[in-house]
């Protein structure tokens, strides 16, 4: 069984459930999840867990993301993308690339984002779209996303308001790039919806990195049970949003059972996690800072997740 992160190129029209399962008969291996999910119209980077490195979703989930679209005025649907029915037409008048731009940087900051009415978002179990697809009440969920970054590309001067526009937005997790669509060509007052959309990059990683299905597919015949190569980050080396430290052999043995440790050399503030390496530089638990001692870098980890 393969312990690590895989980086997939999605491809269009498929969902990151069938990317995870694809991958499953690829690889032949059961145990593989995926840290942030892309609508099936969307492409780009998609990180799979696989292994051990499952249970580390939840460290990785939060990324911030990076994407590059598109997307076309005058023209509103209930899907917030081309996918949907339209609701609205409405003539491009007076909008221009110096305006757009404009209306795109009051996007910068944090706020309360809907999602959109189709979008797999659950409430009290149920997902959005299913209530939608039924013709029942879709309640307006907000939930607080941070824009980092939105910016046009491509708005030259033979730009015209009958071209699709194109952006750059760098995001929190969770934030949906149809709902700014929908959003600025509502300030705009003619309607937007999302055209394309292609992810690349989640924290770290890059989309340049990724291998596509077909090329995974070829790889792993050609090597069997071998190496992937560069689009496998093995297990010790994944990168985690905080710091680690490392265990001499007698904390290795009580943190294998479980038990808290306490460190010399430990920075952070007590609720941080961190990740913890033995003396190999073996990767063999999340730790969160229970306790802190003193003034200097002193201090009490308990393991979380332990992996043996």
Wanted: glycine share 12%; with cysteine.
């Amino acid at each position: 069984m393969r312990d690590g992160l895989l980086l997939v190129d999605k491809p269009d029209g498929c969902t990151s459930h069938d990317v995870v399962a694809s991958c499953r008969k690829i690889l032949r291996q059961k145990k593989i999840g995926h840290c942030g999910t892309l609508d099936p119209a969307a492409t780009g980077l998609l990180l799979l867990t696989l292994g051990r490195a499952t249970r580390l979703t939840r460290f990785l989930i939060r990324a911030p993301k990076v994407y590059e679209g598109t997307l076309r005025l005058g023209v509103a649907t209930d899907t917030y993308d081309a996918t949907g029915e339209v609701v609205s037409e409405t003539p491009v008048e007076g909008v221009d690339a110096e305006r757009i731009a404009r209306e795109m940087s009051t996007f910068v900051g944090t706020y309360l984002q809907s999602p959109p009415p189709y979008s797999a978002k659950k409430v009290q179990g149920k997902k959005l779209y299913e209530l939608a697809r039924r013709g029942e009440e879709v309640p307006d969920t907000k939930k607080e996303v941070t824009i980092y970054e939105l910016e046009p590309l491509g708005l030259g001067a033979d730009w015209t308001p009958d071209d699709d526009v194109g952006f750059r937005l760098a995001c929190s997790s969770g934030t949906y790039a149809r709902s700014i669509a929908h959003e600025l060509g509502a300030q705009l007052g003619v309607g937007g919806v999302l055209t394309s959309l292609r992810r690349t990059l989640i924290g770290g990683f890059q989309l340049d990195a990724a291998i596509t299905l077909d090329a995974l597919r070829e790889r792993v015949d050609e090597t069997g049970a071998g190496d992937i190569g560069p689009p496998m980050v093995a297990f010790d080396a994944v990168p985690l949003p905080f710091g680690e430290v490392v265990a001499d052999a007698q904390q290795e043995r009580r943190i294998e059972n479980g038990q808290s440790v306490l460190f010399h050399d430990l920075e952070g503030r007590e609720g941080d996690w961190v990740k913890i390496l033995n003396r190999r530089h073996r990767f063999i638990a999340v730790g969160a800072v229970v306790e802190r001692i003193g003034t200097g870098n002193v201090g009490v980890l308990q393991p979380k997740v332990v992996f043996r």
